[in-house]
């Protein structure tokens, strides 16, 4: 069962920042944020996960509210390889078993 | 190239008959779990492995079945095979069976069941 809420889609110009929010209110303690993209129909690929604190690596930030209730993930300047479909997942609260959502579909815009 | 491996490619068959999607993980993981991705279903967990025993299920039918060997590839096996199981499987792997820890999927294995 999906634990997440996202936009069903959203349009992002080239070069700019992409925030994409994700609602999880029913998070527990222990139980993580990840992002992944999927690209066409390509295999699901990661991209941040958290836990409490904000991340950033390579790809994106991760900004998770203080009550954890949501998040945010930044693709500080989007390119149009970026277009893509993201999935906000909570993991499971007795594993790690990812429950997919239906994502926001980003299209980034030349 | 996520170092997770999926054979075969695409697949047809027929309903009733049974197959077999054949999946490697990276060198090094000991956990494995399998995903459905059908149009109308979006992307669903079915089972999960870690190193060789079963750690979790999730949405998996009972003509569905799993394993995962010594060396630890995995393979997920369909029976009875019906046309709504036509769909992307896809495998992932991570070094264990902590939440902290990323999956790193395959290319998937495209069924269709005609």
């Known amino acids: 069962d999906a634990k997440t809420t996202q936009p069903p889609s959203m349009d992002c110009a080239e070069g700019r920042a992409a925030n994409l929010p994700c609602n999880h209110s029913?998070?527990?303690?222990?139980?993580?944020v990840y992002w992944y993209r999927q690209i066409h129909s390509q295999g699901p690929q990661y991209i941040i996960h958290?836990?409490?604190n904000n991340e950033t690596n390579e790809m994106a930030s991760l900004i998770i509210t203080e009550d954890r209730k949501s998040s945010t993930l930044i693709l500080p300047h989007a390119t149009l390889r970026d277009t893509a479909v993201y999935y906000c997942?909570?993991?499971?609260?007795?594993?790690?078993?990812?429950?997919f959502g239906t994502g926001t579909s980003l299209t980034v815009i030349p | 190239d996520s170092g997770v491996t999926q054979t075969p490619k695409h697949l047809i068959t027929a309903t009733g008959q049974r197959v077999t999607l054949r999946c490697s993980p990276r060198?090094?993981?000991?956990?494995v779990y399998w995903y459905q991705q059908s149009l109308d279903q979006g992307l669903q967990f079915l089972i999960q492995?870690?190193?060789?025993?079963?750690?979790a299920k999730g949405n998996i039918l009972e003509r569905f079945s799993a394993q995962q060997f010594p060396d630890l590839h995995s393979e997920l096996n369909l029976s009875s095979l019906e046309l709504g199981d036509s769909a992307l499987y896809f495998c992932?792997?991570?070094?264990?069976?902590?939440?902290?820890?990323?999956?790193?999927f395959g290319p998937g294995t495209r069924l269709t069941v005609l």
């Open positions: 997942i909570v993991t499971a609260n007795t594993g790690n078993q990812f429950y």
């Open positions: 060198s090094g993981d000991l956990s």
């Open positions: 992932a792997s991570s070094l264990g069976g902590g939440q902290d820890l990323e999956q790193f």
């Open positions: 492995y870690y190193n060789g025993e079963e750690r």
């Open positions: 958290g836990l409490k």
């Open positions: 029913t998070i527990s303690g222990n139980e993580y």
